[in-house]
Nanobody
Framework: VQLQASGGGLVQAGGSLRLSCAFS????????MGWFRQAPGKEREFVAC???????SYADSVKGRFTISRDNAKNTVYLQMSSLEPEDTAVYYC??????????????????????WGQGTQVTVSS
């Protein structure tokens, strides 16, 4: 599996960005997709994930501002980010893992449970 994240950049507080992550190498629709972020000096943290059937989960810090979605025809997962805050500044990573027989969102909120990772895209929010 290869993941290629894009769409990061510099934006003012209150602005919006849409991140994309292109998936290749296996059947995209069989995988749970997640977005994580890592700010300098901090651990990688969960942002959002989406199951094969489209069940979504979000970190409390981004609920109501970020939306994760997937397009199985394009083998791509998106993260629409709105009302951005300086605290959202980080490198954003997409990740993929096969979905368990019984989907549990809490399981897919842990970075250690993903086998495949993209290279990251920088998001910088200026105040």
């Amino acid at each position: 599996v290869q993941l290629q994240a894009s769409g990061g950049g510099l934006v003012q507080a209150g602005g919006s960005l849409r991140l994309s992550c292109a998936f290749s190498g296996r059947t995209f629709s069989n995988y749970v997709m997640g977005w994580f972020r890592q700010a300098p000096g901090k651990e990688r943290e969960f942002v959002a994930c989406i199951s094969r059937s489209g069940i979504t989960s979000y970190a409390d810090s981004v609920k109501g501002r970020f939306t994760i979605s997937r397009d199985n025809a394009k083998n791509t997962v998106y993260l629409q980010m709105s009302s951005l805050e300086p605290e959202d500044t980080a490198v954003y990573y997409c990740a993929a893992d096969g979905e368990a027989v019984t989907y549990r969102s809490s399981y897919y909120q842990q970075p250690k449970n993903y086998h495949y990772w993209g290279q990251g895209t920088q998001v910088t929010v200026s105040s």
